[in-house]
């Protein structure tokens, strides 16, 4: 019974598994149809609209302003400005005060040197602590000496385990022939009704398709008409 019941569970699972490959695989092959079909769509040339015969072309000049170029303006944070040595206005003309001032460029090109002097002085900073770090690991660490220099002591082996002793088992090897039997009757009995439907249903089918042919050899044979009524003629 246990046998016959994990038998139709596996056929049922199998069924639904391969129902649902199959519905997969219909999804599929419906997108992949539907994508071919838009592709197709895409690659149809489309038609270009007609010029205007009455109303030509004619490029117009723009009336916009060109553009002029400027020069650029870097934007220096307060905190980071350098520190120019104050001239008062007495001791310097016009035109030498403008020629000593420093430039926005300048400003930055000093910024970005001093800038670039910190980040290399970070970047030794941390080659150097990483290299300290690798040779501190490389150096070998020698193991303590024992506290004591008596001899040890030979510790008391655990008790032997027993062995273990095999049990019979008990297989229901009988029981599962018993079943097994039965099973292959039942699928020799339906194996074998299955053939006795098929043959007799080819047999009705065989009559009748005879019966068929029959009726329309029947049909086929001419028939004599009947004589018209010369007495009585027909008057539309």
């Keep these: 019974m246990e046998r016959a019941r994990f038998a139709h569970q596996v056929a049922e699972k199998r069924r639904l598994i391969k129902q649902y490959k199959m519905e ?13 079909k ?8 489309k038609a270009q609209l007609m010029p205007y015969f009455d109303r030509p072309f004619v490029p ?22 350098i520190k120019c040595c104050r001239m008062s206005c007495n001791d310097m003309s016009g035109p030498s005060r403008l020629q000593h001032l420093p430039s926005s460029v ?9 800038r670039g002097q910190l980040k290399e002085e970070q970047l030794m900073k941390k ?17 303590g000496l024992p506290w004591t220099t008596d001899e040890p002591k030979c510790l008391i082996k655990p008790p032997v385990k027993k062995n273990t002793i095999p049990i019979d088992l008990k297989l229901h090897s009988d029981i599962r022939v ?3 039997a039965r099973f292959a009757h039942q699928v020799a009995e339906k194996g074998r009704l299955i053939k006795q439907y098929k043959m007799e249903r ?4 065989k009559l ?7 009726r329309l050899r029947k049909e086929l044979i001419p028939k004599a008409q009947l004589m018209p009524y010369f007495d009585r003629p027909f008057v539309p």
């Design 106 to 114: 300048e400003k930055a090109e000093a910024l970005y040197q001093q």
């Design 127 to 143: 080659i150097q602590k990483l290299v300290g770090e690798e040779e501190k690991l490389r150096m070998p660490i020698a193991q």
């Design 202 to 205: 080819d047999r009705q089918q």
């Design 208 to 214: 009748e398709e005879e019966e068929e042919i029959k």
């Design 38 to 45: 838009r592709l197709r769509k895409e690659l149809i040339p």
């Design 60 to 81: 117009r000049r723009s009336k916009k302003q060109p553009t002029v170029p400027r020069e650029p303006k870097f934007c220096i944070p307060r905190h980071k400005t």
């Design 24 to 36: 997969r695989e219909r999804q599929q092959k419906l997108e992949e149809e539907e994508e071919i």
């Design 178 to 180: 018993v079943e097994r």
